[in-house]
């Protein structure tokens, strides 16, 4: 989730188990080790770009490493909060700020490293956008409530929003999962493997992106009074031998593309008009879109020691914005039809 988001939930829970004295305090060590998680981002190479991939919500976003990153946060925050928290209460509050971090993470899209080092399987639930200001807000403002006036309860009732937001979106996304599954039975696919995301900042339109004959289909799906589906496309699966027929399996720039292909869960294609442009189709301005937003370019030319790069392309951010808008009120999409596609 976005830094104010993770911070905010972080001190609400930290909040969530102050004496009403000490409830400011506790949202000040909370919020600071809500936040910590992500200073994995600081972890990168100016040569590799896969580094960033593999170590962002890694070892610092794993259940295990719950109790050294709130140790660490505790004794960075010491000198600050000594005088107004017990050794023993600053690593509680900073334990409940650093444990929340993770599992709203996982809530997301992105993929975070739960159980590292046990296994490096990425945990998405695929509940809510990184950015959600409905969630946020109000979880904010109960936050900055208890803090103002001493109240527990403001806390506990932020901790309650944040639970009935997750369950609704666990209910739309159901709804989603069953309209996209529909949707491909009526083109006489079977698909080998469907996936779902929220849509940026809502839980209205989702984005189905399912396997079936080599292909990946994608689609928005809208979950409203009425679920229905708004029309997409679809790319080719990434493989190899077809793609990128020249690329030296002992290459650098294979092990990268190996590497890519494990962070995007394998949801891979070769961009259209870029024959050297391997992208990650889960990831789009819009939720009925394929142009993809990064990806790995690759360069024919390069020596076997040499890495590919990391390229983002960048979108045209009011045009993507009026066509949201235009998907969230229903423009183009309609009922699941086998005439649609």
């Given amino acids: 989730m976005d830094p104010l988001t993770q911070g905010t939930l972080g001190a609400t829970l930290a909040q ?71 050794g023993r209460e600053l690593f509680l509050a900073a334990l409940l700020g650093y444990a929340s971090h993770g599992l709203l993470d996982a809530c997301t899209s992105y993929g975070t490293q739960l159980f590292w080092p046990l296994s490096d399987i990425r945990v998405a639930w695929n509940l809510i956008s990184v950015v ?39 209910v739309q996304q159901q709804r989603a999962l ?10 006489g696919h079977l698909p ?70 494990w962070y995007s869960d394998g949801w891979l294609a070769l961009d259209p008009e870029d024959p050297n442009y391997v992208v990650d189709v889960r990831y789009a301005a819009l939720p009925n879109r394929i142009e993809a937003l990064w990806g790995l370019k690759l360069d024919p030319t390069a020596g076997p020691a040499e890495h590919s790069r990391w390229q983002v392309v960048s979108s045209r951010r009011s045009e993507d914005l009026d066509q949201l808008i235009g998907l969230l009120r229903g423009d183009g999409c309609g009922p699941v039809s086998p005439a649609d596609h």
């Fill in 192 to 261: 080998d493997r469907l996936t779902l995301k929220p849509g940026f900042a809502n839980l209205l339109v989702w984005k189905a992106i399912y396997e079936a004959d080599g292909l990946i289909h994608v689609d928005g799906i809208r979950v409203a009074e009425v679920a229905g589906f708004c029309a997409g496309g679809s790319i080719p699966l990434l493989a190899l031998d077809r793609d990128l027929p020249w690329l030296d399996p002992d290459s650098q720039q294979a092990e990268d593309l190996d590497r890519f292909r």
């Fill in 16 to 86: 969530s188990a102050a004496k009403p004295e000490k409830i400011r305090a506790f949202a000040i060590a909370g919020a600071v080790a809500g936040l910590a998680p992500d200073l994995d981002i600081l972890i990168r190479s100016a040569t590799d770009p896969i580094v960033y991939l593999e170590f962002h919500r890694q070892f610092s976003h794993s259940l295990l490493f719950i109790p050294v990153g709130a140790g660490i946060c505790a004794l960075i925050l010491a000198p600050l909060l000594k005088h107004r928290l017990t």
């Fill in 178 to 187: 069953e309209t996209a599954t529909a949707m491909a039975h009526t083109r």
């Fill in 132 to 170: 959600d200001p409905l969630f946020s807000v109000p979880l904010f403002a109960l936050m900055g409530v208890a803090a103002w006036r001493r109240q527990r309860a403001f806390a506990v009732a932020g901790l309650a929003w944040v639970l009935a937001y997750l369950g609704f979106a666990a």
